[in-house]
């Protein structure tokens, strides 16, 4: 079982950057890949971006690339996504999600989610 809780969200000016971390509680915290995803008011949830369990690949949906990146220290068990040059259109509550390493299609396959945190971008 993997408890994941989402810290981080708040309200910041478009073109602001905001840190989110996701802590995990697991014991093997390297057998897990780690995803983040969104969902805006009246949206489907949406893939951000995912890292592989060893912090060695990272993925990322289109509209984020070169603003958002995502980390990972496995001996804290957290990853981290710093988002920079925030847009209205990135209001969403975020959710990190993890499942078993599995080498291949980082945007879905996730059984462990976290609570969110809200992100809100005023312009």
């Known amino acids: 079982q993997v408890q994941l809780v989402e810290s981080g969200g708040g309200l910041v000016q478009a073109g602001g950057s905001l840190r989110l971390s996701c802590a995990a509680s697991v014991r093997t915290f390297t057998s897990y890949d780690v995803g983040w995803f969104r969902q805006g008011p009246g949206k489907e949830r949406e893939f951000v971006g995912a890292i592989t369990w060893s912090g060695g690949s990272t993925y990322y949906t289109d509209s984020v690339k070169g603003r958002f990146t995502i980390s990972r220290d496995n001996s804290k068990n957290t990853v981290n996504l710093q988002m920079n040059s925030l847009k209205p259109e990135d209001t969403a509550v975020y959710y990190c999600?993890?499942?078993?390493?599995?080498?291949?299609?980082?945007?879905?396959?996730?059984?462990?989610w976290g609570q969110g945190t809200q992100v809100t971008v005023s312009s």
């Open positions: 999600a993890a499942r078993a390493r599995t080498f291949r299609d980082y945007n879905s396959g996730y059984n462990y």
